[in-house]
């Protein structure tokens, strides 16, 4: 009796060599890099032009002066002072309050896990749009805010339209935006921490005082300086709250990086200026950028040398 061996199909279509494979899959973030390097190449070769859009004709290499401009102009140094305090205020701020609310949203319950999707409604909500909903409900004349302030002896309370309060108020209108997601962060974190320590300590009567800031904070921190280094590099990068209630006024108030830029390509229409301005922004969220992660892995480091 003869067997019938069956013989299995060959598959059919096109099939990708094993060595070519990886190339293949990682082509998508190849064309990613080249997309983000191409602007930011040009940006980089503008910054060393003297280039003007009204004036085309007399576009050349300075090879510089841009950059050597920028130490004698007062403007510059206010943009990087009110930039840096402008980020320094709303990342401290935002940190303090959404930990408190972590904290008090710490415990797995119905009522906690609705409140904190609650408070992620003014996350959802795109900054420009915050922004103005903020401009009219600031408004002297109309608005409820002015109001409110009217009823505790604020008479007459300017808020962005003042010199003296527009930091205050943009830096409210980020709190009201951001916190949410400094919130959700620290509050998984929170969540994710083991409860051997907390039981123990528990049983030990330790006060609450020591237990926070001897073992909650420490195994907090890397979530803490995750969170604070997204918020940083938003924060000095901000455009669409200032602008979108001052224009980076009154004066030069609130003349951050980004809005200095914008004021310099389409106003001035400076476009050498502008993307120096720019390259010096990415130079400094590269700096604190790598001071953050740097303190990161070595807070890793130990982390895994006590585990």
């Known amino acids: 009796m003869t067997a019938v061996v069956s ?62 401009s920028f130490f004698t102009d007062p403007k510059f140094w206010n943009t990087l002072k009110v930039s840096l305090l402008y980020a320094g205020t709303t ?30 409604m003014p996350l959802m909500t ?24 009217s009823l505790i002896g604020l008479q007459d309370f300017r ?14 209108v980020d709190i009201w935006v951001y916190t949410p997601f400094i919130m959700i962060l620290l509050l998984a974190g929170l969540r994710s921490l083991p409860t051997q320590p907390f039981e123990a300590a528990a049983l ?8 926070f800031f001897r073992i909650t904070l420490p195994m907090l921190t890397p979530y803490i300086l995750t969170a604070t280094l997204f918020r940083l590099l938003d924060s000095i990068q901000q455009f669409d709250i200032i602008y979108a209630m001052t224009q980076g006024g009154p004066g030069d108030t609130l003349t951050v990086f980004q809005v200095e ?5 389409f106003q001035s229409t400076n476009v050498g200026r502008s993307a120096a301005l720019m390259i010096i922004l990415w130079a400094i969220t590269y ?17 895994r040398g006590q585990a």
């Not at 710490?106 to 999707?117: A, D, M």
């Not at 808020?159 to 409210?172: D, H, Q």
């Open 261 to 265: 830029a914008y004021l310099n390509f």
């Open 7 to 68: 013989q299995r199909p060959k598959p059919s279509g096109f099939r990708i060599s094993k060595k070519v494979l990886p190339y293949v899959l990682s082509l998508p973030a190849l064309l990613v890099c080249i997309g983000i390097l191409i602007p930011f190449l040009t940006s980089v070769v503008y910054s060393f032009q003297r280039y003007r859009l009204s004036q085309p004709w007399a576009r050349q290499f300075n090879w510089g002066d841009n950059y050597i």
């Open 91 to 120: 990342v401290v701020l935002e940190l303090l309050l959404g930990l408190a609310i972590a904290l008090l949203l710490q415990k797995r319950s119905t009522l906690n896990n609705f409140i904190s999707i609650m408070l992620l």
């Open 287 to 303: 700096f604190l950028s790598n001071i953050f992660i740097k303190n990161w892995l070595r807070l890793r480091e130990r982390a």
């Open 126 to 149: 795109a900054p420009a749009l915050a922004a103005l909903m903020w401009k009219l409900m600031t408004n002297p004349g109309f608005g409820v805010l002015s109001y409110l302030a």
């Open 159 to 172: 808020w962005a339209s003042s010199p003296s309060t527009a930091l205050f108020t943009v830096v409210l």
């Open 204 to 211: 030990d009567g330790v006060p609450r005082s020591f237990v």
